[in-house]
Nanobody, 124 residues
Framework: QVQLVESGGGLVQAGGSLRLSCVAS????????MGWFRQAPGKERALVAA????????YYADSVRGRFTISRDNAKNTVYLQMSSLKPEDTAVYHC?????????????????WGQGTQVTVSS
């Protein structure tokens, strides 16, 4: 069983940047499809970005495309989410996840493991 631990969240002004990290332990990430979800208060958890295990295909939600970049370093067992041009509506708890399926049209299916989440707050 893989364990996922996120870090890098915090408070940032609108227009600023943050980089989230998700480190895996227990098993190597190299064969896993990975993604970042976020959940704002009163809203459902939603997929933000995903990356296939081979790292040659990605998915982005319309709301973040062009501002966020997902990447992975399998040697470090880490997945990243670089967030730029942040907006107050990006405020949420961001969760890393490992899933069974990836498709560039919809992202991820069948999440198997969740991280505990890291808070991102964007002030206006």
């Amino acid at each position: 069983q893989v364990q996922l631990v996120e870090s890098g969240g915090g408070l940032v002004q609108a227009g600023g940047s943050l980089r989230l990290s998700c480190v895996a332990s227990g098993r190597t990430l190299s064969s896993y499809n990975m993604g970042w979800f976020r959940q704002a208060p009163g809203k459902e958890r939603a997929l933000v970005a995903a990356i296939v295990w081979t790292a040659d295909s990605t998915y982005y939600a319309d709301s973040v495309r062009g501002r966020f970049t997902i990447s992975r370093d399998n040697a470090k067992n880490t997945v990243y989410l670089q967030m730029s041009s942040l907006k107050p509506e990006d405020t949420a708890v961001y969760h890393c996840a490992q899933a069974a399926e990836f498709d560039p049209s919809y992202g991820l299916k069948y999440v198997r493991t969740w991280g505990q989440g890291t808070q991102v707050t964007v002030s206006s």
